[in-house]
C-alpha cells in the first residue's frame, strides 16, 4: 500500500489501517528484540568497536537512554523465554507470572 495522508481517509479504511500498522509494529518490535539479542550474544558490539550492546545502542541505533534499557531488558526476557516471541508478534496477552520485573516492554 502507497502512503496515502492519513487526512484523506475515510473513517473505515483509517480505523482498518490502524489496525495494520499496529500488528507491523509488533511483529517489527520483536524482530528487533530477536535480532539485538543475536547480535549481543555474538558480542558484535565489541567488533564494531563499542565497549557494550548499551553503548551501541545509544551511539548507533540513536536510542535514548530509556528505550535502550527498555529494549535491552526486553531482549534479555527474550532471551530467556523465547517462546514468548510468537505471541507477542500477534499481540496476544502475555501472563505476567512469566515476566522476571513485570515491566520488560
Given amino acids: 500500500m502507497s ?3 492519513p487526512a484523506l481517509l475515510d ?13 507491523d509494529e509488533r511483529f517489527v518490535q520483536v524482530e528487533f528484540l530477536l535480532h ?3 547480535f549481543d550474544r555474538r558480542q ?3 567488533v564494531a568497536g563499542y565497549g557494550s550492546l548499551w553503548e551501541y ?5 540513536h536510542l535514548r537512554e530509556g528505550a535502550a534499557a527498555r529494549r535491552i531488558r526486553a531482549m534479555r526476557v527474550l532471551r530467556r523465554l523465547p517462546d514468548l516471541a510468537e505471541p507477542l508478534r500477534d499481540g496476544r496477552p502475555i501472563d505476567p507470572s512469566h515476566l522476571a520485573d513485570g515491566q520488560c516492554m
Fill in 11 to 23: 473513517a473505515s479504511t483509517l480505523t482498518r489501517r490502524l489496525a495494520e500498522l499496529a500488528g
Fill in 36 to 38: 539485538l539479542e543475536e
Fill in 44 to 46: 558484535a558490539w565489541l
Fill in 3 to 5: 502512503a496515502i495522508a
Fill in 57 to 61: 545502542c545509544l551511539r548507533v541505533l
